[in-house]
């Protein structure tokens, strides 16, 4: 059998699920996954590869209004999922009626590109709620095939899977057949130490903080890291760290068990946290930390 390959991007609003999708696809830990809206911020590749095929999931940051300067950004990596995809899943929740941007919707059903309607969760319905569900939803998006799913319960996720392989197009790899991901190891220090961030502080905080991790050293036996917090305030650097430092202990704790587990390797990790005002507004460390590129 010829070999395919091809780019699957995942849209939909945010904390419908997508991330829990690609992680159930991927099988690996790569996008982090909490009940917050906003966690992706980046458009993050998973590669999951089979003997004779290939697929590139992208999960794109949900999709919402610019507000400021980071979210303009963050949309262009929603839009630049029309670019390059062989397939777009849509994905919904149970319950979910509107879409959040009209401009964006009208793609979706105008969309050349085949169209996977995912309506998930269905872990949380009852039979009359989802015929309901799946008349609405086809009615508002013709051009879709709809499935059915829960992405955590891992329901339906195998037939959304092989319905995806059917429709990749014959193609040799992109990346090498080895590769999980291409994003670098840094980035998922990063995305580690900011779940963290989001599951020990207050909603104000988060959303607050970038992290930056400055050094990676990896040897045979031991990951040194070292990572820097930027908050935009001192009282904020204060209630990161807290009281004789035990709140930064707690997280650098955190994910020193997640990142022993996604690498395998013992970890040895420094946090510092550093007050950087308006990281948010300001372009160049924005373009720095990767959102302008
Ligand atoms: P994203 O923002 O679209 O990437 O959504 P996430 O994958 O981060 O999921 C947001 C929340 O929904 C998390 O708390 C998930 O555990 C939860 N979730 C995802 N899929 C399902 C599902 O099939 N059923 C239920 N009950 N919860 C789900
Ligand atoms: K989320
Ligand atoms: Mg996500």
Redesign the pocket.
């Known amino acids: 059998m010829a070999h395919k390959a091809g780019f699957v991007n995942?849209i939909?609003?945010?904390?419908?699920?997508?991330?829990?999708?690609?992680?159930a696809f991927v099988g690996e830990k790569l996008?982090?996954?909490?009940?917050?809206?906003?966690?992706?911020r980046h458009r993050i590749l998973g590669i999951v590869n089979g003997e004779d095929f290939q697929m590139v999931l992208s999960?794109t940051?949900?999709i919402i209004k610019p507000a400021y300067e980071m979210q303009e950004s963050m949309m262009q990596f929603v839009k630049s999922a029309f670019e390059d995809a062989d397939v777009l899943i849509y994905?919904v929740?149970i319950g979910e009626k509107e879409l959040k941007d009209e401009a964006f919707f009208n793609r979706i059903i105008h969309s050349e590109i085949p169209v996977l309607l995912l309506l998930?969760?269905?872990?949380?319905s009852n039979q009359q709620q989802l015929e309901e569900q799946v008349d609405l939803w086809k009615e508002k998006v013709p051009n879709a095939e709809i499935f059915a799913?829960?992405?955590?319960?891992n329901?339906n996720v195998k037939e959304v899977f092989d319905r995806i392989i059917s429709l990749l197009p014959e193609s040799p790899p992109y990346y090498p057949k080895d590769t999980l991901t291409d994003k670098p190891e840094r980035f998922f220090v990063n995305e580690t130490i900011r779940e963290k961030i989001l599951i020990n502080y207050d909603k104000e905080i988060p959303y607050a903080v970038e992290v930056e991790t400055e050094e990676f050293i990896e040897d045979e036996n031991i990951i040194r890291i070292r990572s820097l917090i930027m908050v935009e305030r001192d009282t904020q650097k204060g209630i990161i760290i807290g009281h004789k430092g035990a709140a930064l202990k707690r997280v650098g704790m955190q994910a020193r068990e997640d990142l022993e587990k996604f690498f395998g390797k013992q970890i040895h990790i420094e946090l510092f946290v550093k007050v950087s005002k308006d990281w948010r507004s300001n372009a160049f460390q924005l373009r720095r930390l990767g959102y302008n590129q």
């Open positions: 995942i939909g609003n945010p904390n419908v699920g997508k991330s829990t999708l690609m992680n996008s982090i996954i909490t009940s917050k809206a906003q966690t992706t999960d940051p949900g994905m929740e998930n969760k269905i872990d949380k799913i829960s992405a955590l319960e329901f």
